[in-house]
């Protein structure tokens, strides 16, 4: 062990044995107390659940993949079961109408205005 | 589980899950100083110390009832703290990068962490001054999982195997990581060595 690695472990050594005075670790506690206060009327009754679900997920470990896995499966399942089917064509889609639509007839401005033939007669829809 | 019966907490602990808040406070006064010199350690800033402390102590308490001793209540909530400043760390990296008005000025100016042994002699307490600066520099330039193991291991003179547990790594990996630190911390200081 070289003398600059020794220096360097007894400096890194010292500041281990430096903390705040006692006072701040009594204020520290008090602080936590009305911390503690203000969170749990803060806290919806939401948030505290979805707190411990994840605390209950991450103490599950491996088992929590094959949960995971369970309940994913029966959602599809369940999704599968509840999806409306076959009765689309009664309720959603109208029926397509056979007749035929009415013809539009063209008349010629020409043919009624007595204009000469060679003159391009202009359509008037009716 | 050999662990469980040696854990020196355990009786505290089962009176906090059983609802006494009393023993937790027993706990929060037993732990709050070794965490903070975690915190401290691994953010040097001290209202961020604070406050990540508060939260450690706040969600050990939520998640106590889950504790069911497979490790000690010490390991446990070291795990939760190392974890809890690390993810700070990795946020405060992402939102605006190290600045100075993250990092206080440094345990060497703080006169409740320098070491009272130097008081008495100044040129001594002026070289320490320096060197710890330098030093607080060259952590501050460590990855964060680097400076968790110098930290626990070299600050808080914690076992390879302790350490280990905490991080969930092998103690090959907390090895590695602290020879890589060594030798980072080293090359930092080594101009101020060859003055």
């Known amino acids: 062990m070289n003398k600059e690695f020794q220096e360097l472990q007894e400096l890194l050594e010292e500041r281990g044995q430096g903390v705040p005075a006692d006072e701040y670790f009594e204020e520290f506690l008090s602080d936590f107390h009305r911390r503690q206060r203000q969170d749990l009327m803060r806290r919806s009754a939401r948030s505290l659940l979805l707190e411990r679900m994840g605390v209950w997920l991450q103490e599950m470990?491996?088992?929590?993949?094959?949960?995971?896995?369970?309940?994913?499966?029966?959602?599809?399942?369940?999704?599968?079961?509840?999806?409306?089917?076959?009765?689309?064509?009664?309720?959603?889609i109208e029926p397509v109408s056979?007749?035929?639509?009415?013809?539009?007839?063209?008349?010629?401005?020409?043919?009624r205005s007595g204009k000469k033939e060679n003159e391009p007669p202009k359509a008037t829809e009716f | 589980?050999?662990?469980?019966?040696?854990?020196?907490?355990?009786?505290?602990?089962?009176?906090?899950?059983?609802?006494?808040?009393?023993?937790?406070?027993?706990?929060?006064?037993?732990?709050?100083?070794?965490?903070?010199?975690?915190?401290?350690?691994?953010?040097s800033n001290k209202e961020d110390t604070h406050d990540l402390l508060q939260e450690i102590f706040a969600k050990a308490y939520r998640s106590l009832r889950h504790f069911r001793g497979k490790s000690t209540f010490y390991t446990?909530?070291?795990?939760?703290?190392?974890?809890?400043?690390?993810?700070?760390?990795?946020?405060?990296?992402?939102?605006?990068?190290?600045?100075?008005?993250?990092?206080?000025?440094?345990?060497?100016?703080?006169?409740?962490?320098?070491?009272?042994?130097?008081?008495?002699?100044?040129?001594?307490?002026?070289?320490?001054?320096?060197?710890?600066?330098r030093l607080n520099e060259a952590l501050q330039a460590l990855s964060e999982d680097h400076r968790a193991v110098v930290t626990m291991f070299d600050i808080q003179g914690m076992p390879h195997a302790e350490i280990s547990k905490i991080l969930g790594v092998?103690?090959?990996?907390?090895?590695s990581r602290l020879y890589y630190a060594h030798q980072q911390l080293q090359g930092h200081l080594e101009d101020f060595w060859k003055r």
Request: proline share 3%.
């Open chain 1, 61 to 92: 470990g491996g088992a929590k993949w094959i949960y995971g896995a369970g309940a994913a499966y029966a959602l599809v399942i369940v999704s599968l079961f509840a999806w409306p089917r076959g009765n689309a064509s009664k309720e959603g």
């Open chain 2, 170 to 175: 092998s103690e090959g990996t907390v090895r």
């Open chain 1, 98 to 111: 056979l007749e035929v639509p009415e013809q539009k007839v063209l008349h010629f401005e020409s043919e």
């Open chain 2, 1 to 43: 589980m050999a662990e469980k019966a040696n854990d020196p907490d355990q009786e505290l602990v089962r009176r906090a899950q059983e609802g006494d808040t009393q023993a937790f406070d027993d706990l929060v006064i037993k732990y709050s100083r070794k965490l903070y010199g975690l915190v401290y350690n691994m953010t």
């Open chain 2, 76 to 133: 446990w909530i070291y795990s939760i703290a190392t974890n809890m400043t690390l993810n700070f760390l990795k946020k405060r990296g992402r939102r605006k990068g190290l600045s100075l008005d993250d990092v206080n000025s440094g345990i060497q100016n703080d006169t409740s962490f320098v070491d009272q042994g130097h008081r008495a002699n100044p040129r001594r307490q002026s070289n320490i001054h320096e060197l710890q600066k």
